[in-house]
């Protein structure tokens, strides 16, 4: 489905340079077919020298003729970068926004065509190919351009369409839901290092546990209870390990984190100190 399109992403950084990998691996793209900003000189030449493809600070240069534009800057940033490109898009562009709190409305309003925007919120596993990315249409979209926008990101992962009024939890969950799995994985292997593991075994120990529990759940589609129960013997470790959990409120901490995220989500767009998703 990509195949011949022209990509722009504005603000090549942590999240572009993952969607542009899993694009040139997975997407039948080639470095010729994209092209991307930066917001300072020095980039440019790291950023070209890491992915291959070119690379100027000059945001009207890149939208210019693509097709496909991805807006991958931070979300106080992306009111100027909008002015910049107000009389460059077209509505046969479509627009994708990856910024946290950022509405398709926002976008919409900054331009002064009726482009169509789609606003996306993936996680930084797509650089692995394993990413998670929520998606909901602005006012201007068809289906046709709705499947296109899956298919960049099918390249580097699972997708799923949601109402716009879900996006901020869909950010607090799965974008910033590897940070808080990391946590998790690290508290394990320090466990692990306590029961006179090697911390690099520790850390094989915990992460491919964690893969395997998530790929238990994704595959059998059982509801984690019922497989948290294959694994909890009667009068076994597993359930002294549980009660140990529950007494750390590890469930209410971490409903709170997503939801406490969530808000942090909504507001991001008019923070200037805001650093990411
Ligand atoms: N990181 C995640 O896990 C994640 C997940 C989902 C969504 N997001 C969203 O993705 C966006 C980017 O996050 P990130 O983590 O990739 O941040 P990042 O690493 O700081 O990247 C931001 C990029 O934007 C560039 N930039 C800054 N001002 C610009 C301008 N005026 N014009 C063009 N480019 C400009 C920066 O270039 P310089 O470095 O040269 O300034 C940098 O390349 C955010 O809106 C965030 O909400 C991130």
């Known amino acids: 489905m990509l ?58 240069a890149t939208a210019k003729g693509a097709d496909l534009i ?13 002015l910049e490109l107000e009389d460059v898009l077209t509505p046969d562009q479509l627009v ?32 692995y190919n394993a990413g998670m990315t929520g998606m909901c249409n602005g006012s201007h979209v068809t289906t046709e351009q709705s499947k296109v926008a899956e298919s960049i990101f099918k390249c580097i992962g699972e997708t799923v369409f949601v109402d716009e009024s879900l996006m901020d939890g869909v950010t607090a969950l ?3 839901g590897p940070a808080y799995l990391y946590v998790i994985i690290e508290s394990l292997a320090e466990a692990g290092v306590k029961l006179g593991i090697s911390r690099e075994t520790s850390t094989l120990l915990a992460a491919q546990t964690t893969y395997g529990a998530a790929k238990m ?10 497989l948290k129960d294959m694994v909890t013997t009667p009068a076994g470790c597993t359930i002294d390990g549980l009660m140990e959990l529950e007494e750390g409120k590890i469930r ?17 767009v008019n923070t200037q100190n805001s650093t990411g998703s």
Not at 217 to 226: C, D, I, N, T
């Open 70 to 82: 991805i807006l991958a800057v931070k979300p106080q940033n992306m009111h100027n970068v909008l």
């Open 174 to 176: 799965s974008a910033s």
């Open 3 to 60: 195949k011949g399109k022209k990509l722009a992403v504005i603000g090549v950084g942590k999240l572009g340079e993952a969607l542009i990998s899993g694009l040139l691996k997975q997407g039948g793209l080639t470095t010729g077919d994209i092209i991307g900003s930066v917001g300072h000189e020095p980039s440019v030449e790291k950023v070209n020298k890491k992915l291959g493809i070119k690379v100027s600070t000059d945001n009207r």
């Open 252 to 268: 209410v901490t971490l409903i709170k984190a997503v939801v406490k995220a969530a808000e942090r989500a909504r507001e991001l």
């Open 217 to 226: 759940v994704l595959e059998s589609k059982s509801h984690p209870a019922l």
């Open 96 to 127: 994708i926004s990856v910024a946290a709190s950022v509405t398709t409305k926002y976008v919409e309003q900054r331009l002064s065509k009726p482009i169509p925007v789609i606003r996306a919120m993936p996680n930084t596993p797509a650089i």
